[in-house]
């Protein structure tokens, strides 16, 4: 027995629906669909995918999830049947805001479909927050100022790229960068143009299909009551070129 197994036959059972009827529904015949559940045969994708928009689930939690621990009800349903979860409100009936430390940021990118370890994390409810799904992520470094490093940036959940707007800034988790805070254009076809304010660090471009969530920016979370100077940036930039500047110099003399 598989947890898909498990947890098809939960679903199923739990919707009262019979292994006949379902199999009709995934257009396969009924001795097909019972090797699925009973785990002596793997569901091939297609088969995957069907089953996932029957049950109006990811394909994530079917197949890492154990569902019978889980309220599907109370999780959030978002467009290509992807889910982010779970919803918790507070006494006010607040959203809870799940804040993804710095201690657990390396294990956000397996993490992020997992109900688990979503419950786990810390939380927090800032109660002037809009609607939407919001969540809060650390940055680090020093590339968009005024935020410096260790600040939590919370975001609030973007359901498709058509809502990125151009020069506003977003948290992006994607499968080779990992979770980066950066100023967003989309002057690219198939990817988004990333942009430090700190301009000491050079522009990239992130492909759209290497994105697994966007978070546009709503509120920060710092420490630092540090006065900041705009000169400041300019400045240490220049001087790092009159350095490159001399040390060539120095190598062309020798």
């Not at 800032?126 to 939590?152: A, C, Q, V």
Request: hydrophobic share 35%; proline share 4%.
């Amino acid at each position: 027995m598989s947890l898909f197994s498990d947890n098809i036959r939960a679903l199923r059972t739990k919707d009262k629906i019979s292994q006949e009827r379902l199999a009709q529904s995934l257009q396969i015949t009924r001795g097909r669909y019972v090797k699925y559940e009973d785990g002596t045969s793997e569901a091939p994708y297609d088969i995957l995918k069907k089953i996932a928009h029957y049950f109006h689930i990811s394909i994530d939690l079917l197949l890492s999830v154990d569902v019978r621990k889980i309220d599907i009800q109370d999780l959030l349903k978002l467009e290509n049947n992807r889910l982010i979860l779970p919803i918790q409100v507070d006494q006010a009936g607040e959203n809870f805001i799940e804040v993804v430390t710095q201690k657990v940021k390396a294990g956000y990118l397996n993490g992020y479909a997992d109900p688990e370890y979503i419950e786990n994390l810390q939380q927090i409810s800032l109660p002037f927050l809009g609607p939407g799904k919001h969540r809060g992520f650390p940055i680090e470094g020093d590339s968009m100022p005024p935020h410096e490093d260790g600040s939590i940036i919370i975001g609030r959940y973007v359901e498709n790229l058509g809502e990125v707007q151009d020069g506003k800034t977003y948290i992006l988790i994607t499968k080779s960068e990992g979770m980066v805070y950066k100023r967003l254009n989309k002057n690219k076809k198939n990817a988004l143009v990333l942009e430090s304010d700190n301009s000491f660090y050079p522009n990239y471009e992130v492909k759209v299909s290497d994105i697994l969530e966007i978070w546009e920016y709503e509120c920060n979370i710092g420490r630092s009551d540090k006065k900041y100077e705009t000169n400041d940036i300019e400045s240490f930039k220049s001087m790092f070129l009159e350095l490159k500047k001399d040390i060539h110099a120095i190598k062309s003399s020798t």
